[in-house]
């Protein structure tokens, strides 16, 4: 079975630890690289801001309960999040 799907039926915060400790690890890193680029003047300051919602949408995953997998729904709850992300990057680089 496809780890992202046995992962989702994972209930209290020890079994999402141990199906998701390498997300939360690529999480931390994501966020420690951007904010090292940043600090560097490699990339702008306002480039933090896209990464947002895509941190805080993985870390509340932890929180939430086990949850039902959707193949119907699959990628779409996937499309705001990327048009947010996309429309804040742009910006990011052209402010």
Not at 32 to 56: D, E, H, W
Not at 70 to 94: D, E, H, K, R, Y
Request: hydrophobic share 55%; glycine share 8%; net charge positive.
């Amino acid at each position: 079975m496809c780890r992202r799907i046995r992962s989702s039926r994972a209930a209290t915060v020890s079994e999402k630890l141990r199906e998701g400790r390498r997300f939360l690890a690529g999480q931390v890193m994501l966020l420690g690289a951007v904010l090292t680029l940043c600090r560097l003047k490699i990339l702008p300051g306002l480039v933090v801001l896209p990464f947002a919602p895509v941190l805080v949408r993985g870390t509340l995953w932890f929180q939430r309960g086990a949850s039902r997998s959707m193949f119907i729904n699959l990628g779409l709850p996937n499309w705001p999040q990327a048009l947010v992300f996309g429309t804040l990057l742009c910006v990011a680089f052209l402010i």
